[in-house]
C-alpha cells in the first residue's frame, strides 16, 4: 500500500518535500470482534486544521501527526474486510482513515459514518456531505442565530465550507458578501453561489473601506474563516448585537506567532457575541442535516464545487496549496474510483 508520509513536525508555511511516498504491505484482514475494518480508501480530504496537526503540539484540541507515519484525515472508503457487526464489507462509509491506498482503522477509536445515499458524487462525502458540510450547517444555524433579512459577512467564501455557508445564509433570506483571494472566486461567489456581492481581499488597500463600501450600516453576522487583520477590520464594521463565529483562522496557521487582533474592544461597545465552535461537536445533527441538504442538492437549489487532484502522489500539493489559495472549492484528493 502507497502511503503519504509526514517526515517530521514542521514550522512556517509546510512544503511539499515535508512528506514523502512510502510503499508498505499491509495484511487485509482483521479478526471477528476486533472492532477493525480494512478500508480501501477512495477520496481523502484536504483539510486546513490539518496544518496544526502537522506542528508539534502540546496541549491542543487535536493531536499532532507522528512524524514517520502516514498523515491521517477525512476520506472516503470501501470496507474490505470487518471484524465490526456495524459494518459490512462492501459498505461505503466516510470518517478518519489514512493517507494511503488501504488502511485499517479501529472503529471504536475513530469516526466512521456509514454512507447511505450513494445517488451523489461519493466525494461530496468529504465536502457538502461531510466534514465541512455539518461545519456550515452547525456553524450558521446553531451559532450565528440568523434572521430573515440580516446582513452577513463570510470569510475565505469560495472554500469547502465558505460556500455552504453563503447559500445557507441567502435561502435565509440575508444580504450576503463574501471575500476571497482571486477575481475568478469572486467572480464564483456571485455567478454561482448567489452572494449579493463579493470582493478580492488580496486587492484592497484597506479592509475597513471594503467593508463599508458593501455594509454601510454594518454587519449583524460574520463568519469568520480566516482571523487577522480581516477580524479586526470586520470588528469596526459589526453592528450593536452582531455575532460572530468563529470557524476558523486560517491567515495564522502558519505563523511562528499569531497576529494581535486590535479592535476586541468593538465586543463590549457594541455587545457583539463572539463564539468559537467546533464541528465535532455537533455531528449528532448528522441525520438532520442529511434530510435538508441531499434534496437541495438533486433540485440543484444548493450546488458545490470541488477541486479534485488526481492520485495518490498530488496530495502533499493539494494539502499546501490550500494555504496559498490554489484549491477553487473543496480540495479533494482521488485515490481510486471504487
Ligand atoms: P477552504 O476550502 O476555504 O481552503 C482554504 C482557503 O483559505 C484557501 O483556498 C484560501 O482562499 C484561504 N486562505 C489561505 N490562506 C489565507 C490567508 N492567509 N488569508 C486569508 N485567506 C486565506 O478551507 P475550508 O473551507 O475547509 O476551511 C475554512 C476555515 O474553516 C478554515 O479556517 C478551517 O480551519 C475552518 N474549519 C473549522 C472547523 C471547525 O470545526 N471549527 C471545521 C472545518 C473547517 P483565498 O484564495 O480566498 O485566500
Known amino acids: 500500500s502507497k502511503q503519504v508520509i509526514l517526515k517530521h513536525h514542521v514550522t512556517g508555511y509546510p512544503k511539499e518535500s515535508d512528506m514523502e511516498f512510502k510503499n508498505t504491505t499491509i495484511k487485509l484482514n482483521v479478526p471477528e470482534g476486533s472492532n477493525a475494518v480494512v478500508l480501501k480508501n477512495l477520496y481523502l480530504s484536504c483539510d486546513p486544521y490539518m496544518r496544526l496537526r502537522m506542528s508539534k503540539l502540546e ?3 487535536v493531536a499532532s501527526f507522528t512524524p514517520a507515519s502516514p498523515i491521517t484525515g477525512y476520506g472516503v472508503a470501501k470496507v474490505l474486510e470487518s471484524g465490526d457487526s456495524n459494518f459490512q464489507k462492501g459498505d461505503l462509509v466516510w470518517g478518519i482513515t489514512g ?10 477509536h475513530t469516526t466512521l459514518f456509514k454512507i447511505h445515499d450513494k445517488d451523489v458524487p461519493l466525494s461530496y462525502y468529504t465536502g457538502i456531505l461531510g466534514m465541512p458540510g455539518m ?5 450558521f444555524y446553531e ?9 452577513v459577512f463570510v470569510s475565505a467564501a469560495s ?7 453563503g447559500q445557507f445564509a441567502k435561502m435565509l433570506g440575508c444580504y450576503v458578501v463574501g471575500s476571497a483571494g482571486s477575481k475568478e472566486k469572486v467572480d464564483l461567489l456571485k455567478s454561482k453561489f448567489g452572494f449579493d456581492e463579493a470582493f478580492n481581499y488580496k ?12 455594509f454601510p450600516d454594518g454587519i449583524d453576522i460574520y463568519f469568520e474563516n480566516v482571523g487577522g487583520k480581516m477580524l479586526d477590520a470586520v470588528l469596526l464594521n459589526m453592528k450593536l448585537h452582531g455575532r460572530i463565529a468563529v470557524c476558523g483562522m486560517i491567515s495564522q496557521y502558519n505563523l511562528e506567532q499569531t497576529e494581535g487582533v486590535h479592535n476586541l474592544f468593538c465586543l463590549i461597545t457594541k455587545r457583539i457575541r463572539m463564539e468559537g465552535f467546533l464541528v465535532t461537536e455537533y455531528y449528532h445533527l448528522y441525520p438532520k442535516y442529511l434530510e435538508m441538504i441531499i434534496p437541495q442538492i438533486k433540485s440543484g437549489k444548493v450546488v458545490y464545487v470541488e477541486d479534485i487532484a488526481e492520485g ?8 499546501i496549496g490550500l494555504f496559498s489559495g490554489h484549491n477553487i472549492g473543496k480540495q479533494v484528493v482521488m485515490v481510486s474510483h471504487e
Open 59 to 61: 496541549g491542543s484540541y
Open 99 to 108: 493517507w494511503e491506498e488501504y488502511s485499517i482503522v479501529t472503529t471504536t
Open 135 to 139: 461545519t456550515a450547517y452547525a456553524g
Open 143 to 151: 451559532v450565528c442565530s440568523p434572521k430573515k433579512g440580516e446582513t
Open 159 to 165: 472554500g469547502a465550507v465558505g460556500q455552504l455557508v
Open 203 to 214: 486587492e484592497e488597500q484597506d479592509l475597513d473601506t471594503a467593508l463599508k463600501r458593501y
Open 312 to 319: 495518490l502522489e498530488s496530495a502533499p500539493g493539494a494539502l
